[in-house]
Every structure is written in structure tokens, then in C-alpha cells.
């Protein structure tokens, strides 16, 4: 138990779908962040939220929309995904972002499939 | 080049052996080092941290950090099957970067009975 739950675990959508993944944190941390992890690849960072205001969109798609109603969740809207999208997506949260000493703590992740 | 690059194995090594695993990253102004271990299938979980230059030991595991070279290890000692995974490194740039994190591909580790 990482203290950072993401649901759903698995996801297969076709393009013109619309879902979201969402994300909780129960460490009473203030920043939270959306990796995506593709196959072979390192992750890559996505958006970084503080304080539920958004501080890093790290040139992500606009079919990717992120949402953080409050410093506990944070949520990730997909819509006309392409099927390179097709990742492992992991939240991950920190006691704030505008320190660099700082670990982050993963969730388990989404493993999104686009048909 | 990479911002940051590790060798991606797999690096195989026998119970009970030391596991040398590296790191380099090309920003010298790098300030914070993390190792994590990330399962098949699971999430990325922190095992390490680093920011001064020598050794820092927790248990089985020792991070080493040179900045000098701009280089970043983590041996593991007695290593057992159940180190078998994958060993991410990940560098925070600054304290102006924040809280980003660059992380490299990871190396996979397979420990042998």
C-alpha cells in the first residue's frame, strides 16, 4: 500500500471515446503529478498540480485534460485518444513541488489500451 | 545525449552477489538523486535517495553519488531473487526545477538461485 490509489487498474477504450483516470493520495501531500510509461521508455512527466493549481504541462496533447478539485485527488479526462496513447499511466504525489529534495510516491497505475 | 541514461540490462547476476547498477545524467547542476525499484506490473517504489557526493548505506542497499563525473550508482549486496526487477534513477535538476523529476529507462536486474 503506497498510500496513492488510482482506479480503474486496466482500461481499453476506443478513439471516440471519452474516460478518465483517477487518482486519490492519503499522505496529506500537496503536489500531485500524471506520468505516462511506455514500453522501453523512461517515464515521462506530464502535468505537475500544487495546491490543486496547475504548475507544469509538460507539452502534453490537448486530448489529455487534467482536473485536481482539491490536493487529495486528481483526475485525467481522455478524449479522441490516438493508439500510441496506449501506456501505463502512474500518479504520483509529493509533499510539495517547488522542492527538489523531495521523493514521489507512485500509484499502481492505469494500463490504457486504445483499439 | 539522454538527460538521463542507464544501461538497460538485463543485468543478471547470482544469489548472494553484489549488483552494481549505474546512472549518469548530463545537467551538472543536478541536485537530488532517487533510485526506485519497480516491479513487473506494479508502481515505481523509492528506495533511495541521494544529494551529497560519497556513499549513503540503508541496509543491503548504497547509493553512491559523483558529481564530479555526474554519476550516480546503487550497489546491492547479497543480492536475493526477490531484487529481481526493474531499478529506475531519477534526477532533480534544481531547486528551480521543482519537483521534476527526469527519470532514466531503468535497468532490469535478474538475481539467480
Known amino acids: 500500500e503506497t498510500g496513492v490509489t488510482q482506479t480503474p487498474r486496466h482500461l481499453v477504450m476506443g478513439m471516440t471515446n471519452k474516460k478518465s483516470l483517477k487518482c486519490e493520495q492519503h499522505l496529506g501531500h500537496n503536489a500531485m503529478y500524471w506520468y505516462k510509461q511506455s514500453a522501453k521508455k523512461p517515464l515521462e512527466l506530464m502535468f505537475v498540480?500544487?495546491?490543486?493549481?496547475?504548475?507544469e504541462n509538460n507539452s502534453v496533447p490537448s486530448r489529455f485534460s487534467p482536473e485536481c478539485p482539491n490536493s487529495s485527488h486528481l483526475f485525467l479526462h481522455l478524449h479522441t485518444l490516438q493508439p500510441e496513447d496506449s501506456a501505463l499511466y502512474l500518479c504520483?504525489?509529493?509533499?510539495?513541488?517547488?522542492?527538489?529534495?523531495?521523493?514521489?510516491?507512485f500509484g499502481d497505475g492505469t494500463r490504457l489500451s486504445i483499439l | 545525449q539522454k538527460e538521463v541514461e542507464q544501461n538497460s540490462g538485463p543485468l543478471s547476476v547470482p544469489e548472494g552477489a553484489i549488483a552494481s547498477l549505474n546512472c549518469t545524467y548530463s545537467?551538472?547542476?543536478?541536485?537530488?538523486f532517487f533510485w526506485y525499484r519497480q516491479y513487473s506490473g506494479k508502481s515505481p517504489e523509492l528506495i533511495m535517495f541521494?544529494?551529497?557526493?560519497g556513499d549513503k548505506e540503508d541496509g543491503r542497499f548504497t547509493a553512491q553519488l559523483n558529481k564530479a563525473s555526474q554519476y550516480v550508482s546503487l550497489l546491492i549486496r547479497d543480492s536475493q531473487p526477490s531484487d529481481s526487477a526493474t531499478y529506475l534513477c531519477a534526477v532533480n535538476r534544481g531547486p528551480d526545477q521543482g519537483g521534476k523529476l527526469i527519470f532514466g529507462q531503468g535497468t532490469e536486474l535478474s538475481v539467480k538461485p
Open positions: 545537467d551538472r547542476g543536478s541536485q537530488s
Open positions: 498540480y500544487s495546491l490543486e493549481e496547475r504548475v
Open positions: 541521494i544529494y551529497s557526493n
Open positions: 504520483a504525489s509529493s509533499q510539495d513541488s517547488d522542492r527538489d529534495n523531495q521523493p514521489q510516491h
